[in-house]
């Protein structure tokens, strides 16, 4: 049996794993390549981490004081939650030892609602009468 309820994503993984790129300068190198930006389900994650990346990507410290920094330079600082949140994340994350185990989890959560979103488009095709359901050799409806 499905359950609608379920949530499918983990909050305290994704805060762990910024935690630890605010905390630890080599963490990010870990998840840089593997977890993409939507991953994380919470918007403002999804802000932190994609700037955290950008900063990365220029060579530039991904720690709290830089990324707070690049968010109060933009006036986007409030918009994920300020700086008790990035406060939060830091205070919450005791190293990014197992960093890499969490964007797994991260991950596997993403691909899940990946899975459901193209379930739903599969059902919204089956009740648009707008297409033939006959199959052709083209592979399209």
Known sequence: MINNDTFLGNIEAEEAILGGILLDPKAISIVADMLPVEAFCIKSHQQIYKTALELYQRDKP????????????????????????????????????????????????YQRRQLVQVGHEIVELGYDTRYSAKYRATGRL
């Open 62 to 109: 991904t720690d709290l004081m830089a990324v707070s920094t690049w968010f109060a330079d933009h006036k986007l600082l409030d918009e994920v939650g300020g700086t008790a949140k990035l406060a939060q994340l830091v205070n919450r994350t005791v190293s990014a030892v197992n960093i890499d185990r969490y964007a797994l989890i991260v991950l596997n959560k």
